[in-house]
């Protein structure tokens, strides 16, 4: 699942790490809160949040945004297709996927992250569907994403490790491709407990 641009969200820092209440979670709703996620979490591709509100009107997305107030400070795509890339497309067809999982550096450690991931699962079983699938990075700066997802009843799905690719900006803000080993994940929808949201 690629990550989203640590330069432009700020550093992970000791931000509160008492659960947030205040923090609703909802499908992204219109080209105004497009504008406010362009405002405050921008990344290395331009257009992302505006595609993706279009793709989500064409239904083939629920991109699920959490705010405080007006302030959006996470999000996590679920792609509903199901993945394109083999072997996970002929093993999962019409699976799920959840893509560009990120709270704000600023938010973390508060349960931002695991009420996304409930809330995507929760939208994958009011839709019948049995598996929910991710690319997760195999180096240490995923550690806190694995876990979380560990705890959260994902497991490998046991394929291969191999290569995602996606676009960052460094510290000058340039543009620069970005390649990651990663791994498949996969969630029973059914047979696992269901997440906290
Ligand atoms: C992965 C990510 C989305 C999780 O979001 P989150 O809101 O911090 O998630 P949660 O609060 O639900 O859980 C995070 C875990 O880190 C712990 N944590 C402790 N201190 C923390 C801190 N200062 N900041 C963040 N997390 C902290 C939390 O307590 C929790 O673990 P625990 O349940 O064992 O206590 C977020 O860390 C992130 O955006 N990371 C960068 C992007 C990324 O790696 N995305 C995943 C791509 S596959």
Redo the contacts with the bound molecule.
């Keep these: 699942?690629?990550?989203?641009d640590?330069t432009e969200?700020g550093e992970?820092?000791?931000?509160d790490?008492t659960p947030a209440p205040s923090i609703a979670i909802r499908p992204l709703a219109s080209t105004e809160e497009v504008r406010g996620l362009d405002r405050s979490l921008a990344d290395a591709s331009p257009e992302k949040h505006r595609r993706r509100l279009e793709q989500q009107q064409q239904g083939r997305v629920t991109y699920l945004v959490a705010w405080e107030g007006t302030r959006p400070v996470?999000h996590?795509l679920v792609r509903w297709d199901g993945p394109t890339a083999e072997p996970m497309a002929s093993a999962y067809p019409g699976c799920p996927q959840l893509e560009?999982?990120?709270?704000?550096?600023g938010?973390?450690?508060?349960?931002?992250?695991?009420?996304?991931?409930g809330a995507a699962e929760q939208q994958a079983r009011l839709r019948g569907c049995r598996w929910i699938g991710?690319?997760?990075?195999l180096t240490p700066?995923?550690d806190?994403?694995?876990?979380?997802?560990a705890?959260s009843g994902y497991r490998k799905a046991g394929f291969a490790p191999y290569y995602e690719g996606w676009w960052v900006r460094d510290e000058q803000g340039r543009r620069q491709w970005w390649e990651e080993a990663c791994e498949y994940l996969i969630k029973d929808l059914v047979q696992e407990p269901r997440t906290t949201t």
């Design positions: 699942m690629s990550r989203h640590e969200a992970a820092g000791a931000g790490t996470g996590v560009d999982f990120f709270v704000d550096a938010y973390r450690g508060r349960r931002i992250g695991l009420r996304l991931l991710l690319s997760v990075g700066s995923f806190r994403a694995r876990s979380l997802y705890r």
